[in-house]
């Protein structure tokens, strides 16, 4: 009896190459962290990170072209007192925007700069109000090239929760408040639609525990009043938030329920 020959069509990941070498992006010598990566639509990818100078903690960059070698690492922030978390976006035009916190010798402040296809990065701009701390910066950008970065503050009493806005790497938009002010907001995630509409989540003690929250913008337009996703009663807290091609704008955090942390979501 003859037999039947039967093709078996390969796995998906089967067909994906492999992972190149490791290449070091940050000197030697010098501890690095915190490293984030977005890529353009030309294949540029821009990496971002902090790096110890000896003395104080400085943002660098570095961008490989579809996939050669990267770039001697780039100082963002200005040398001298600490920088810390950095992130990175870019828009459709390969404008990159990055963003992070840095002590001033008094507070801590939210700074930017950009970066037009892998060129010379812009002199660090202060994002947030001078004389109060600002932490936790975040950052989206719109196809329209509408950056729109996030972070909380303090303003003398509790953290609340404020974005400022730049088209194109222009003048960044006076900070606005998203979060009610009372009690303490922190740890914001911003996403943006095609349609330009961004949503940002973060979570804030109302008294008794921390729930999540949202409040949205259209293309820098005043934020709406902040809603609340998560149910009260229980703690809640890690948002993260995505949206996708049609505009569904999808939630996560996890939420205490009186025996464990389960996660939750919200579209």
Avoid at 14 to 37: C, F, I, K, M, N
Avoid at 138 to 155: F, I
Wanted: glycine share 8%.
């Amino acid at each position: 009896m003859a037999t039947a020959l039967v093709l078996v069509a390969l796995p998906a990941a089967a067909l994906v190459g492999s992972w190149s070498t490791p290449a070091d992006l940050s000197a030697t010598g010098r501890d690095a962290s915190e490293p984030q990566v977005t890529v353009s639509s030309t294949g540029l990818a821009t990496a971002v990170w902090y790096s110890n100078d000896g003395s104080n903690n400085i943002i660098q960059s570095s961008t490989s072209l579809n996939g050669a070698a990267w770039s001697t690492p780039a100082n963002l922030s200005v040398i001298g007192q600490y920088a810390y978390n950095p992130q990175v976006t870019v828009s459709s035009t390969g404008l990159a925007t990055a963003v992070w916190y840095r002590y001033d010798g008094s507070n801590s402040i939210i700074q930017s700069s950009t970066s037009l296809n892998g060129a010379a990065w812009s002199t660090p701009a202060d994002l947030s109000v001078t004389g109060i701390d600002a932490y936790n910066p975040q950052v989206t950008v719109s196809s329209t090239g509408l950056a729109t970065a996030v972070w909380y503050s303090n303003d003398g009493s509790n953290d609340i929760i404020q974005s400022s806005t730049s088209l194109n790497g222009a003048a960044w938009s006076t900070p606005a408040n998203l979060s009610v002010i009372g009690q303490y907001a922190y740890n914001p995630q911003v996403t943006v639609s095609s349609t330009g509409l961004a949503t940002a989540v973060w979570y804030r003690y109302d008294g008794s525990n921390s729930i999540i929250q949202s409040s949205t913008s259209l293309n820098g337009a005043a934020w709406s009043t902040p809603a609340d996703l998560s149910a009260t009663g229980r703690d809640a807290s890690e948002p993260q938030v995505t949206v996708s091609s049609t505009g569904l704008a999808t939630a996560v955090w996890n939420r205490y329920d009186g025996s464990n942390y389960i996660i939750q979501s919200s579209t």
